[in-house]
């Protein structure tokens, strides 16, 4: 069984939509979570971190956190082409921080 | 420069070359990982070190050789490799775990390798 489990999409939407995008993962010892963005042929950048359960909004960005069904989404509003791209989620182990488990990403095509 | 830096930033190599991938952080992280990225596969794991002890190796074969001399550095010694071992090698530091953001992991540009 994988750690984090993502849809590997494509996932497309309009410009301007929300994108959604989910992640499960199976350990609930799980503490934190992570949202990288990745364009091709390029390495992965943080996009938000959470810890809590709920919401947390930065910029265009909502991450949520729902430790009892074991997912984390991230929300992308007002989509732009440029955040087409890759995303990853990851969590961190929760016998070894400095352990993170990746899922295998989320295609993200925004049309204009 | 600031961030984490991988050189070289592209590396094809036969399969009884060595060769060397090096990573420098400039973030004052105390932690340092390799990572291998293959096409449409997870990113897996394979070394992490913390305050330059090796504190993970996911069973990564021997043919691969971490070395960190000091926290800013960390080295992926590569002898023998094959051809499933082309791949884009990623570096990630990260400050010692504290909570939160303290695990944040940064990562830098990669090292594109083909082994033909």
Redesign the interface.
């Known amino acids: 069984q994988?750690e984090?489990e993502q849809n590997?999409g494509p996932l497309s939407v309009p410009e301007g939509a929300i994108a959604s995008l989910n992640c499960t993962y199976s350990d609930r010892g799980s503490?934190?979570f992570?949202w990288?963005r990745q364009y091709s042929g390029?390495?992965?950048?943080?996009i938000m971190?959470i810890?809590s359960n709920g919401d947390k909004e930065d910029g265009r960005f909502t991450a949520q956190l729902n430790k009892a069904s074991q997912y984390v989404s991230l929300l992308i509003r007002d989509s732009q082409p440029s955040d087409s791209a890759t995303y990853?989620c990851?969590g961190?182990s929760p016998y070894?921080?400095?352990?993170?488990y990746?899922?295998?990403?989320t295609k993200l095509n925004v049309k204009p | 420069e600031t961030g984490v830096t991988q050189t070289p930033r592209h590396l094809v190599m036969g399969m009884t070359n060595k060769k060397s991938l090096k990573c420098e952080q400039h973030l004052g992280h105390n932690a340092m990982y390799w990572y291998k990225q293959s096409a449409k596969k997870p990113l897996e794991l394979m070394f992490v070190y913390n305050f330059k002890e090796q504190t993970e190796n996911n069973s990564v074969p021997s043919r691969f050789s971490p070395e960190c001399p000091n926290s800013s550095h960390l080295f992926l010694h590569l002898h023998t490799l094959q051809p499933e071992d082309s791949a884009l090698y990623l570096c990630a530091s990260s400050q010692e775990f504290v909570g939160g953001s303290q695990e944040t992991q940064y990562f830098g540009p990669g090292t594109r390798l083909l082994v033909l």
């Open positions: 994988k984090v590997s503490q934190s992570f990288y390029k390495s992965p950048e943080l971190f810890y990853l990851a961190t070894n921080f400095n352990k993170f990746f899922g295998s990403g």
